[in-house]
Protein backbone atom coordinates (compact mmCIF):
# COMPACT_ATOMS: atom_id res chain seq x y z
CA UNK A 1 0.00 0.00 0.00
CA UNK A 2 2.43 2.35 0.75
CA UNK A 3 4.77 1.65 -2.50
CA UNK A 4 2.04 1.13 -4.60
CA UNK A 5 -1.00 3.61 -3.21
CA UNK A 6 -3.26 0.42 -3.42
CA UNK A 7 -6.53 0.85 -1.92
CA UNK A 8 -7.14 -1.52 1.36
CA UNK A 9 -9.37 -3.61 -0.46
CA UNK A 10 -7.62 -3.68 -3.84
CA UNK A 11 -5.30 -6.60 -2.01
CA UNK A 12 -7.61 -8.64 0.02
CA UNK A 13 -7.56 -11.53 -2.48
CA UNK A 14 -3.82 -11.05 -2.84
CA UNK A 15 -3.00 -11.20 0.76
CA UNK A 16 -6.16 -12.81 2.32
CA UNK A 17 -6.34 -10.15 4.40
CA UNK A 18 -10.04 -7.97 4.67
CA UNK A 19 -10.10 -4.71 4.28
CA UNK A 20 -10.11 -3.18 7.65
CA UNK A 21 -7.50 -5.43 8.70
CA UNK A 22 -4.89 -3.97 5.99
CA UNK A 23 -6.02 -0.77 7.40
CA UNK A 24 -4.45 -1.71 10.89
CA UNK A 25 -1.30 -3.18 9.59
CA UNK A 26 -0.48 -0.28 7.92
CA UNK A 27 -1.04 2.21 10.51
CA UNK A 28 0.67 -0.53 12.90
CA UNK A 29 3.65 -1.02 10.57
CA UNK A 30 4.16 3.20 9.79
CA UNK A 31 3.43 3.40 13.72
CA UNK A 32 6.46 1.06 14.31
CA UNK A 33 8.73 2.51 11.84
CA UNK A 34 8.31 5.77 13.94
CA UNK A 35 8.93 4.46 17.06
CA UNK A 36 12.27 2.55 15.89
CA UNK A 37 13.70 4.38 13.45
CA UNK A 38 12.38 8.18 13.54
CA UNK A 39 15.09 9.32 16.30
CA UNK A 40 18.04 8.49 13.67
CA UNK A 41 16.25 9.64 10.30
CA UNK A 42 14.30 12.23 11.43
CA UNK A 43 16.95 14.33 13.24
CA UNK A 44 18.95 17.64 12.49
CA UNK A 45 22.43 17.24 11.29
CA UNK A 46 25.10 16.01 13.37
CA UNK A 47 28.45 17.54 13.29
CA UNK A 48 29.84 15.70 10.60
CA UNK A 49 26.64 15.46 8.69
CA UNK A 50 27.03 19.53 8.54
CA UNK A 51 30.56 19.25 7.86
CA UNK A 52 29.84 17.46 4.98
CA UNK A 53 27.35 19.49 3.80
CA UNK A 54 29.13 22.54 3.86
CA UNK A 55 31.90 20.47 1.90
CA UNK A 56 29.40 19.34 -1.06
CA UNK A 57 27.96 22.26 -1.54
CA UNK A 58 31.14 24.66 -1.75
CA UNK A 59 32.24 22.54 -4.09
CA UNK A 60 29.08 23.30 -5.99
CA UNK A 61 30.01 26.95 -5.77
CA UNK A 62 27.77 27.88 -2.67
CA UNK A 63 30.14 28.15 0.79
CA UNK A 64 27.80 28.24 3.69
CA UNK A 65 24.83 26.57 2.14
CA UNK A 66 22.60 24.27 4.29
CA UNK A 67 20.06 23.11 1.82
CA UNK A 68 17.40 23.90 -0.72
CA UNK A 69 14.07 24.28 1.01
CA UNK A 70 10.65 24.65 -0.51
CA UNK A 71 6.85 22.84 -0.24
CA UNK A 72 5.41 19.97 -1.74
CA UNK A 73 1.53 19.75 -2.09
CA UNK A 74 -0.70 15.93 -0.90
CA UNK A 75 -4.12 16.23 -1.94
CA UNK A 76 -6.55 14.74 0.76
CA UNK A 77 -9.48 13.66 -0.76
CA UNK A 78 -11.67 12.75 1.90
CA UNK A 79 -11.08 16.00 3.99
CA UNK A 80 -14.46 16.39 5.86
CA UNK A 81 -16.96 18.71 4.70
CA UNK A 82 -16.39 21.36 7.76
CA UNK A 83 -12.94 21.31 7.40
CA UNK A 84 -12.67 21.88 3.41
CA UNK A 85 -12.70 25.67 2.95
CA UNK A 86 -9.17 25.74 5.62
CA UNK A 87 -7.93 22.47 3.59
CA UNK A 88 -8.60 23.81 0.15
CA UNK A 89 -6.24 25.08 -2.42
CA UNK A 90 -5.53 27.37 -5.51
CA UNK A 91 -7.15 24.58 -8.07
CA UNK A 92 -10.07 23.58 -6.15
CA UNK A 93 -8.61 20.57 -4.29
CA UNK A 94 -8.01 19.96 -0.56
CA UNK A 95 -4.43 19.67 0.17
CA UNK A 96 -2.12 19.40 3.14
CA UNK A 97 1.34 20.82 2.55
CA UNK A 98 5.12 19.13 3.57
CA UNK A 99 7.88 21.99 4.03
CA UNK A 100 11.21 20.67 3.81
CA UNK A 101 14.76 20.88 3.74
CA UNK A 102 17.12 18.49 1.90
CA UNK A 103 20.69 18.19 1.00
CA UNK A 104 22.40 17.23 -2.41
CA UNK A 105 22.33 13.93 -1.06
CA UNK A 106 18.28 14.06 -1.39
CA UNK A 107 18.35 13.51 2.35
CA UNK A 108 15.00 15.35 4.13
CA UNK A 109 16.54 17.04 7.22
CA UNK A 110 13.92 19.20 7.99
CA UNK A 111 9.95 18.39 7.13
CA UNK A 112 7.34 20.19 9.01
CA UNK A 113 3.52 18.54 7.86
CA UNK A 114 0.05 19.20 8.20
CA UNK A 115 -0.01 23.16 6.61
CA UNK A 116 -3.67 23.51 5.47
CA UNK A 117 -3.84 24.11 1.76
CA UNK A 118 -5.20 27.58 2.20
CA UNK A 119 -1.56 28.59 2.92
CA UNK A 120 0.89 29.39 0.64
CA UNK A 121 5.09 28.75 1.11
CA UNK A 122 5.13 31.92 2.90
CA UNK A 123 2.70 31.57 5.34
CA UNK A 124 4.31 28.02 5.89
CA UNK A 125 7.71 29.41 6.95
CA UNK A 126 5.62 31.74 9.35
CA UNK A 127 4.94 28.57 10.98
CA UNK A 128 7.78 26.29 10.84
CA UNK A 129 10.23 25.68 13.35
CA UNK A 130 13.11 25.90 11.05
CA UNK A 131 14.72 29.02 12.51
CA UNK A 132 13.92 27.85 16.33
CA UNK A 133 17.78 27.07 16.55
CA UNK A 134 18.62 30.26 15.38
CA UNK A 135 16.36 32.32 17.32
CA UNK A 136 17.10 30.24 20.61
CA UNK A 137 21.03 31.00 20.20
CA UNK A 138 21.21 27.12 19.21
CA UNK A 139 22.17 27.14 15.83
CA UNK A 140 25.76 25.73 14.66
CA UNK A 141 28.21 29.11 13.94
CA UNK A 142 28.95 28.89 10.40
CA UNK A 143 31.49 31.04 8.81
CA UNK A 144 32.37 31.33 5.34
CA UNK A 145 33.44 34.24 3.05
CA UNK A 146 32.61 35.56 -0.23
CA UNK A 147 34.32 38.25 -2.22
CA UNK A 148 36.48 39.30 0.70
CA UNK A 149 33.67 39.22 2.64
CA UNK A 150 33.26 37.09 5.42
CA UNK A 151 29.66 35.90 6.97
CA UNK A 152 28.77 34.21 10.11
CA UNK A 153 24.99 32.54 9.03
CA UNK A 154 24.37 29.31 6.76
CA UNK A 155 21.18 30.31 4.29
CA UNK A 156 19.03 28.01 2.17
CA UNK A 157 18.36 28.37 -1.42
CA UNK A 158 14.98 29.02 -1.91
CA UNK A 159 12.10 30.78 -4.82
CA UNK A 160 10.95 33.68 -5.23
CA UNK A 161 7.91 33.62 -3.35
CA UNK A 162 10.29 33.55 0.08
CA UNK A 163 11.20 36.58 1.87
CA UNK A 164 14.18 38.95 1.79
CA UNK A 165 16.34 37.29 4.16
CA UNK A 166 19.84 36.89 5.22
CA UNK A 167 19.30 33.00 5.39
CA UNK A 168 17.58 32.95 2.15
CA UNK A 169 19.33 33.29 -1.47
CA UNK A 170 16.89 33.86 -4.08
CA UNK A 171 17.68 33.77 -7.99
CA UNK A 172 17.33 37.05 -10.25
CA UNK A 173 13.83 36.69 -11.77
CA UNK A 174 14.78 39.20 -14.31
CA UNK A 175 18.48 38.64 -14.71
CA UNK A 176 19.97 41.65 -17.25
CA UNK A 177 24.30 40.89 -16.63
CA UNK A 178 26.10 37.95 -17.70
CA UNK A 179 27.03 37.54 -14.19
CA UNK A 180 23.26 37.81 -13.20
CA UNK A 181 22.16 34.94 -16.12
CA UNK A 182 25.18 32.60 -14.87
CA UNK A 183 23.75 32.97 -11.06
CA UNK A 184 20.43 32.43 -11.78
CA UNK A 185 21.22 29.85 -13.80
CA UNK A 186 23.36 28.14 -10.86
CA UNK A 187 21.06 28.87 -8.25
CA UNK A 188 18.09 26.98 -10.21
CA UNK A 189 20.07 24.27 -10.83
CA UNK A 190 21.31 23.54 -7.75
CA UNK A 191 18.22 24.86 -5.70
CA UNK A 192 16.55 21.63 -7.40
CA UNK A 193 18.08 19.27 -4.85
CA UNK A 194 14.61 19.37 -2.79
CA UNK A 195 12.30 18.76 -6.50
CA UNK A 196 14.04 15.85 -7.17
CA UNK A 197 13.63 15.09 -3.12
CA UNK A 198 10.16 15.09 -3.43
CA UNK A 199 9.90 13.49 -6.96
CA UNK A 200 12.56 10.27 -5.72
CA UNK A 201 9.41 10.46 -3.10
CA UNK A 202 6.84 9.47 -4.59
CA UNK A 203 8.82 7.56 -6.98
CA UNK A 204 9.12 4.95 -4.16
CA UNK A 205 6.45 5.86 -2.65
CA UNK A 206 3.08 5.87 -4.65
CA UNK A 207 0.73 6.48 -1.35
CA UNK A 208 2.24 10.22 -1.40
CA UNK A 209 1.68 10.61 -5.36
CA UNK A 210 -2.02 10.60 -5.02
CA UNK A 211 -5.01 11.33 -3.34
CA UNK A 212 -5.44 9.97 -0.11
CA UNK A 213 -8.94 7.98 1.51
CA UNK A 214 -8.25 8.65 5.26
CA UNK A 215 -10.92 10.68 7.12
CA UNK A 216 -7.91 11.14 10.02
CA UNK A 217 -5.50 13.53 9.35
CA UNK A 218 -2.69 11.86 12.20
CA UNK A 219 -3.13 8.51 9.87
CA UNK A 220 -1.90 11.02 7.11
CA UNK A 221 1.17 12.57 9.17
CA UNK A 222 2.26 9.55 10.07
CA UNK A 223 2.19 7.65 6.74
CA UNK A 224 4.61 10.79 5.59
CA UNK A 225 6.59 10.16 8.50
CA UNK A 226 7.23 6.89 7.77
CA UNK A 227 7.97 7.56 4.03
CA UNK A 228 10.27 10.06 4.73
CA UNK A 229 11.96 7.52 7.50
CA UNK A 230 12.09 4.74 4.61
CA UNK A 231 13.72 7.28 2.26
CA UNK A 232 16.53 8.52 4.34
CA UNK A 233 16.89 5.14 5.17
CA UNK A 234 17.14 4.41 1.46
CA UNK A 235 19.66 7.40 0.93
CA UNK A 236 22.20 6.28 3.72
CA UNK A 237 22.48 2.76 2.08
CA UNK A 238 22.93 4.12 -1.32
CA UNK A 239 24.98 7.31 -1.27
CA UNK A 240 27.96 5.87 -1.53
CA UNK A 241 27.21 4.71 -5.67
CA UNK A 242 26.26 7.96 -7.04
CA UNK A 243 27.82 9.25 -9.21
CA UNK A 244 29.79 11.63 -7.72
CA UNK A 245 30.92 9.98 -4.71
CA UNK A 246 34.48 10.65 -5.39
CA UNK A 247 32.92 14.16 -3.94
CA UNK A 248 32.59 12.58 -0.77
CA UNK A 249 35.46 10.04 -0.82
CA UNK A 250 37.89 13.46 -1.01
CA UNK A 251 36.45 14.96 1.98
CA UNK A 252 37.30 12.25 4.65
CA UNK A 253 40.60 12.27 2.68
CA UNK A 254 41.14 15.62 3.61
CA UNK A 255 41.73 17.50 7.26
CA UNK A 256 37.88 18.30 7.65
CA UNK A 257 38.93 19.91 11.27
CA UNK A 258 39.65 23.29 8.75
CA UNK A 259 36.11 23.36 7.64
CA UNK A 260 33.92 25.77 9.79
CA UNK A 261 31.42 24.27 10.78
CA UNK A 262 29.89 23.31 14.58
CA UNK A 263 27.28 20.71 16.44
CA UNK A 264 24.28 21.53 16.76
CA UNK A 265 21.84 21.68 19.89
CA UNK A 266 22.58 18.22 20.27
CA UNK A 267 18.61 17.05 20.08
CA UNK A 268 17.16 14.88 18.39
CA UNK A 269 15.18 16.23 15.57
CA UNK A 270 11.24 16.39 15.64
CA UNK A 271 9.15 15.47 12.72
CA UNK A 272 6.45 19.05 13.01
CA UNK A 273 2.92 19.17 12.64
CA UNK A 274 0.64 22.49 11.98
CA UNK A 275 0.95 25.27 14.51
CA UNK A 276 -1.17 27.97 15.18
CA UNK A 277 0.13 31.01 13.29
CA UNK A 278 1.11 33.51 16.03
CA UNK A 279 1.54 37.05 14.63
CA UNK A 280 4.36 37.60 17.30
CA UNK A 281 6.50 34.82 16.83
CA UNK A 282 6.55 36.10 12.66
CA UNK A 283 7.28 39.64 13.93
CA UNK A 284 10.24 38.25 15.93
CA UNK A 285 11.04 35.85 13.28
CA UNK A 286 11.87 39.04 10.55
CA UNK A 287 12.89 41.52 12.63
CA UNK A 288 16.00 38.88 13.58
CA UNK A 289 16.63 38.22 10.00
CA UNK A 290 16.11 41.48 7.53
Request: hydrophobic letters at 40%; proline letters at 4%; charged letters at 25%.
Amino acid sequence: MLAYGLAPDAIDEYLRMGETTSKKSLLHLTQEVIKHFGEDYLRSPTDEDLRRILYQNEMRGFPGMIGSIVCMHWEWKNCPTTWRGQYQGRNGKTILILEAVVDQDLWIWHSIFGIPGSCNDLNVLHRSPVFDDVLQGKAPPITFQVNVHEYNMGYYLTDGIYPNWDTFIQGFSRPQLETEKLFADRQAHVRKDVVRAFGVLQARFAIVRQPYLAYDEDILCDIMKACIISHNMIVEDERDTYVRADVLRRYYEEDISSLTAAVNNGEPFEFQTGQPFSISAYLGIKISFV
